[in-house]
């Protein structure tokens, strides 16, 4: 773990660099998911201060675990909206909204839970090939929405980028978009993007969030 971590953070420093960017100006999100709490401890001591899961029942587990330890989780999977109490219970920043039925649901969540929620608009880049997110056209409502919303802070914008293809029309594409939301909502600065596979391609378009699992932790099968 020790030896992948550092692997990573050299890969982020040379990107940065190479974009003529500082190390400092991206956050490495590692995503714990399929590996148990003892891992995030682990992490938590290494260095680490966020982590990301995608699943709510895995995460909820984990995080209560993994209560004494100071790390912020991001929720970065695909989010059913029964389940948007349980993930604000845990959940410090919610990468995955993707319409605006969720937006209220979160809302509501994390006014009952009585906590404030980071969110990111999820964009589907990939044209409805089913890696989720809003289509590009619904960022703007999207955006308004969580702006708007009480318990909610709008955050900046999310993407995964196509499998199997270059991912750099993706990135560029959504740091377009980041821009045009910037003009209207300055403080959504946040743009998670860029996985094991691809930070450097990420981190070049202006990914501020990178989130990044088997590079770190290696690969295995889920957790049940
Ligand atoms: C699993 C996952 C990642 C991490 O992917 P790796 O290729 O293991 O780095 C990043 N983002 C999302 C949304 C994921 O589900």
Request: charged residues 25%; contains cysteine.
């Amino acid at each position: 773990m020790a030896a992948g971590l550092a692997e990573v953070r050299s890969r982020i420093a040379t990107a940065t660099a190479a974009a003529g960017r500082h190390a400092d100006d991206v956050t490495l999100i590692v995503v714990t998911k399929f590996w148990p709490a003892s891992d995030v401890r682990l992490l938590a001591r290494f260095g680490v201060t966020d982590v990301g899961e995608n699943r709510d029942q895995e995460a909820s587990g984990k995080a209560a675990e993994c209560a004494d330890v100071d790390v912020a989780w991001h929720f970065i999977g695909q989010l059913q909206t029964n389940k948007a109490r349980s993930v604000a219970r845990y959940a410090d920043v919610v990468h995955s909204v993707d319409r605006a039925h969720l937006v209220r649901a979160l809302d509501s969540a994390a006014v009952a839970a009585g906590r404030r929620l980071g969110c990111l608009v999820q964009v589907g880049l990939d044209h409805g090939a089913g890696r989720g997110g809003a289509a590009p056209e619904s960022v703007p409502e999207l955006a308004d929405l969580l702006a708007a919303a009480s318990a909610l802070e709008l955050r900046g914008l999310m993407a995964v980028a196509p499998l199997d293809s270059d991912p750099r029309p993706a990135f560029e594409r959504l740091a377009k978009l980041s821009a045009d939301l910037r003009r209207e909502h300055p403080e959504a600065g946040w743009i998670s993007a860029g996985m094991s596979g691809d930070l450097e391609a990420a981190i070049a378009a202006g990914a501020t969030h990178v989130r990044v699992g088997s590079a770190i932790l290696g690969h295995r099968a889920p957790l049940r």
